[in-house]
């Protein structure tokens, strides 16, 4: 037990200071009590000395933290309960901590808040408070401490989550639910229907009373339209955000129809005028398209944002059209304008191929056109000089990387997949080669990657197409990553001999599906061989055979069986090391591929010659970071398949 002379002797000092405010705290006393020892205070010293502190943080006239810092340690056990809180005496003044103008009394109130984030029982008395839920969420969004703003949206998402009438998506196993108890719904009904709160976040966050008595500049407004948009985003029940809530307030501000998503993505911010927060806006709508993907971040209720609804909603507003003209139409724009958001709307365009894939494979097929167009115009008009400097397009390339694969494959000419080189070496060319050739994660939904085993497909025929129009493909993979000095492209190397090894490919099918619009369909098995001309049997149906089978048996397995470079080998940070271990992680997953596919007869079949090589790579592995070997390495050249 901490000893009770301490607690006497500070118990004392507060006593004193609260009679006579004018007396400087002793930091020294309070710094005694920190995180361990207080960790170790009974329960009545702990209640005691905050009784002690709640009387005296009213009357001080200097910098609180000395006293602030040591509620935080006392309040900081999760067994400390909002119960107790409520027990202190004399009752703590938690509008009067929130409305302070000390960022540290504002952080210690929010600290006791959160205590009631923990049970819906607790939530339903602050939500009980209307001045103080009030005092939160003006808080929140007016704060100038970033600090404060984080912790007030960390409370107000807490009590909302807790309090929740339903589990998101019927998940009982979240933090703060369990299967049969949730919420009352008591602070959502009053945040979204108490007139005076739910008006806070329109008065506090609009443009038309910016300067106005009581009214915070333009300047502090827009870092309140940025919170506002933070908070959609954590909280996108659908129905709850954009439907009408309060028509009168509503009306008041500007809106016809719809409520808080209406308002802050039509309505709030002057982008015509404010290029940041313009910025900020495409920002947002491209992580409203993500939908909420963290389930304790995810909006709570009986419907929950996704793409489908997100992407209506934008479309309805024409806001989508808007977003995307930033890439697609640059010319139509300010030049500074265009500079700026250009990267943006191509992040947008990217977050549009991935989440709403079968959006852009059907209702938006003039988009893809437009796309096309402007990538081949991009890509393909790149001197080559410039990759070699590393000025890539790197935003066209990220959007060449998520667009299904089967837009690419169908495009007859000036296909920019071409015309990302291999030579002269561009890491960000590598990479998005990489993705590409990859094919989808296996455990993608059709949403997320339009048909799964289509994109494996796909992903399988780009890799025979390019490395039909690039010969060299592997040869120069290797010199890349045998170029340890620029350590960015030897990685990208790496990382592209990783991605085909590891590659999720499927087969062509061998017939046209009818089903499937004939510009978005697979080419049939005999189309592709026919694209792409081959001896002997079919074109290998892995990436892992692809390389053994292909011209990588000459080029990239000897180099993964050679011992990594030891230039710098002592230094952990060196380029050597670095590319040494990429290159060691790529032999391990090669392993581990290869003893998986193994199990496949028809693949086993084409991997039996290979045995003598499969074992010595094991053995490469097994050798670490700087092993490898150079007497089989030779023996690749000349095996007789």
């Known amino acids: 037990m901490a000893s009770s002379r301490l607690v006497a002797d500070l118990s004392s000092h507060i006593a004193t200071v609260t009679e006579d405010p004018n007396l400087p705290l002793d930091a020294k006393r309070f710094g005694a009590f920190d995180k361990i020892y207080t960790d170790a205070l009974s329960d009545n010293d702990r209640q005691s000395l905050l009784n002690r502190l709640s009387s005296l943080i009213p009357t001080l006239r200097q910098d609180p933290q000395p006293a602030t810092e040591l509620i935080l340690n006392l309040i900081r056990p999760e067994s400390y309960s909002f119960s107790q809180i409520l027990r202190i005496q004399p009752n703590v003044d938690l509008i009067a901590g929130l409305c302070s103008p000390n960022s540290d009394v504002n952080l210690v109130t929010l600290s006791l808040l959160s205590k009631a984030c923990s049970s819906s029982g607790d939530a339903g008395i602050i939500a009980a408070s209307p001045e103080t839920v009030a005092a939160l969420i003006r808080l929140w969004l007016s704060t100038p401490v970033t600090e404060v703003a984080t912790k007030g949206l960390e409370v107000l998402s807490g009590l909302l989550r807790i309090d929740a009438t339903t589990a998101p998506d019927g998940d009982t196993n979240m933090v703060g639910y369990s299967a049969k108890v949730y919420g009352q719904g008591l602070m959502w009904r009053r945040v979204f229907h108490d007139k005076d709160v739910y008006e806070l976040f329109f008065s506090i966050c609009s443009l038309s009373n910016a300067g106005r008595a009581g009214q915070p500049s333009k300047r502090e407004k827009t870092i309140s339209q940025a919170r506002l948009l933070d908070f959609i985003l954590a909280f996108s029940n659908f129905e709850q955000i954009n439907s009408s809530q309060l028509p009168d307030i509503e009306k008041k501000y500007g809106l016809s129809e719809g409520g808080l998503l209406e308002f802050a993505a039509v309505h709030m911010i002057d982008w015509k005028d404010d290029l940041l927060m313009h910025a900020s806006l495409i920002d947002f709508f491209t992580k409203l398209l993500q939908g909420n993907t963290d389930p304790l971040m995810r909006a709570l209720g009986e419907q929950n944002l996704d793409s489908a609804e997100a992407l209506d909603f934008l479309i309805s507003r024409e806001l989508h059209s808007r977003t995307m003209s930033y890439y697609l139409e640059p010319e139509k724009h300010d030049s500074m304008e265009s500079t700026y958001l250009y990267p943006m709307s191509a992040q947008y365009i990217s977050t549009y191929a991935i989440c709403c894939s079968s959006h852009l494979l059907d209702i938006g097929r003039r988009d893809v056109d437009r796309i096309l167009e402007r990538l081949s115009m991009i890509v393909s008009g790149l001197p080559m000089a410039k990759w070699a400097r590393g000025d890539a397009p790197r935003s066209d390339l990220h959007i060449i990387s998520t667009l299904p694969r089967v837009v690419l494959l169908n495009m007859s000419s000036h296909n920019p997949l071409y015309s990302i080189p291999v030579n002269p070496a561009n890491a960000d060319a590598l990479n998005t080669l990489a993705a590409i050739f990859r094919g989808p994660s296996k455990g993608a939904s059709s949403d997320i990657q339009t048909n799964t085993k289509h994109e494996a497909a796909a992903a399988r025929a780009l890799y025979f197409l390019y490395a039909k129009n690039t010969s060299n493909l592997w040869q120069c993979a290797v010199d890349v990553a045998e170029t340890i000095a620029i350590k960015e492209n030897a990685l990208a190397a790496i990382n592209l001999i990783d991605a085909v ?45 692809a390389i053994l089978t292909g011209p990588g048996q000459t080029t990239v397995i ?5 011992p990594a470079q030891t230039y710098g080998r002592g230094d952990t940070q060196s380029a050597a090391y670095a590319v040494a271990v990429a290159k060691h992680e790529t032999v391990i997953h090669l392993v581990q591929t290869l003893k998986e596919q193994s199990k496949i007869p028809e693949i086993q079949l084409y991997l039996t010659p290979w045995q003598p090589i499969i074992d010595e790579i094991e053995q490469c592995a097994n050798r670490g970071v700087w092993g490898g070997s150079t007497a089989l390495g030779a023996r690749v050249a000349t095996l007789d398949l």
């Open 501 to 545: 090894f590891g590659s999720y490919w499927e087969p062509l099918p061998e017939r046209h599906d009818e089903s499937v619009e004939e510009s978005f369909s697979l080419p049939t098995v005999a189309e592709l061989d026919r694209r792409v001309p081959h001896r002997g049997g079919p074109l290998a149906a892995t990436g892992t055979l």
């Open 558 to 562: 000897p180099y993964l069986l050679k």
